[in-house]
């Protein structure tokens, strides 16, 4: 079956960095673009980034613009959110999600259990 | 950026009943609009995208409507394990794809 799961989350100093990963299984990873949606404790959620299928394009929400880099590996069905210079207002749970269907980008499904990111002095 | 609204923000309500939440984006979206679900502790769960479609494995008693600005997700009788959080996201107009601010369906 379908599966995501993250790893790399904890605890990090404002200013330091934080790479995040998630390993996929159980479908053509090079087929499907990938998202990173987060969840600030008690929040809502707010998508992050995403990477086509290829890696050939990637896109940002404006407050990680410049701080965070999305990336994949296609032959370790692993995608990755390089995360510099975190401030408090990065604290959330990082969910990675998959693409419905491959192609264009376009809903969020499935979704992994995410990992937990805590930027704090 | 398209913003969505959610209401109501909370809507209590007892199993059996009939749940409707309403979603509203700031413009037109036209039918690219899905619903989640999350329960505490998990992640969300897409139930309805293109606005009217159930996703795989999704229960018939959910179902949903609307194009361009206003949106309904309605849930025809709760069960238990519905009471949880929804929330609607556009994918329209991006970069970024929005969220709503959620509802949640509490045990009345």
């Known amino acids: 079956q379908v599966q995501l799961v993250e790893s790399g989350g904890g605890v990090v100093q404002p200013g330091r960095s934080l790479r995040l990963s998630c390993a996929a299984s159980?479908?053509?990873?090079?087929?499907?673009?990938m998202h990173w949606v987060r969840q600030a404790p008690g929040k809502g959620l707010e998508w992050v980034a995403l990477i086509w299928y290829d890696g050939s394009n990637t896109y940002y929400a404006d407050s990680v613009k410049g701080r965070f880099t999305i990336s994949r590996d296609n032959s370790k069905n692993t995608v990755y959110l390089q995360m510099n210079s975190l401030r408090a207002e990065d604290s959330a749970v990082y969910y990675c999600?998959?693409?419905?269907?491959?192609?264009?980008?376009?809903?969020?499904?499935?979704w992994g259990r995410g990992t937990l990111v805590t930027v704090s002095s | 950026e398209i913003v969505l609204t959610q209401s109501p923000a909370t809507l209590s309500l007892s199993p059996g009943e009939r749940a409707t939440l309403s979603c509203r984006a700031s413009?037109?979206?036209?039918?690219?609009l899905a619903w989640y679900q999350q329960k505490p502790g998990q992640p969300p769960r897409l139930l309805i995208y293109?606005?009217?479609n159930r996703a795989t494995g999704i229960p018939a008693r959910f179902s949903a409507s609307g194009s361009g600005t206003d949106f309904t997700l309605t849930i025809s009788s709760l069960e238990p394990e519905d009471f949880a959080l929804y929330y609607c996201?556009?994918?329209?107009?991006?970069?970024?794809?929005?969220f709503g601010p959620g509802t949640k369906v509490d045990l009345k």
């Open positions: 293109d606005a009217s």
């Open positions: 996201q556009q994918r329209s107009n991006w970069p970024p794809f929005t």
């Open positions: 159980g479908f053509t990873f090079s087929t499907f673009g």
């Open positions: 999600a998959r693409d419905l269907w491959g192609g264009d980008p376009n809903w969020f499904d499935p």
């Open positions: 413009q037109s979206v036209s039918s690219y």
